[in-house]
């Protein structure tokens, strides 16, 4: 965001010594028109105190103060002017993450997005398994789901438990509607593989017939 303002990055989680000891950090060191910013970046809603810190680090540092935020109210902004403190508001879509934040929420997209289209490795399923899942796939709740299989809802809890141990459903937590979808989209699967296995074998016995192998 800063780089598209026409600001050049020049160190990040800048150390401020005194005496041969750290006594402040600062987030960015930017540079812009040939003034130098420090600049502390907030992920949520700026208040007094980031203005105070954002202050007295550039002043340690001899540098402009500037501080990113996600928002600010009208006390922060009048009391930023007051000291001198640029404030940069970013936009409510940016997402300032841990990286396993991030990975954590891109596992899931990954998962929703497999379970929505059928996007499943190819699994060899028992009869149990499949008549499990045709179950779900067919009822409207999870008391239905159980009914159909003449298990009590414990039952086919565990069941379900134990299919999740051996991969066979999503590790996290599922409402019976995603549950419902996911089954139907390993079945889909499931039969498309089971079609072109049987095609597969076919063709081997058409060659066989024909002296082709």
Known sequence: MLESKGFTIVATNYKINSKGESIAEIDIVAEKDGERYAVE??????????IRQAYANAKLAGYKPLLICKKSDEATKEAAKKLGVEI?????YHLLLEPEELESIVKKCMEEVMEEYGFIPSLYLNERVLTIMRAIAEAKDFKQAAKILKIKEEKLGNEIAKLTKKGLFPSRSLSFRDLKKYCIAVLARNEIIMKLEKIEKDIQEIKKKLGLI
Do not use: H
């Not at 970046?41 to 980031?50: P, Q, R, W």
């Not at 940069?88 to 409510?92: A, I």
């Open 88 to 92: 940069m508001e970013f936009s409510e």
């Open 41 to 50: 970046v907030k992920s949520g809603k700026a208040n007094l105190t980031s």
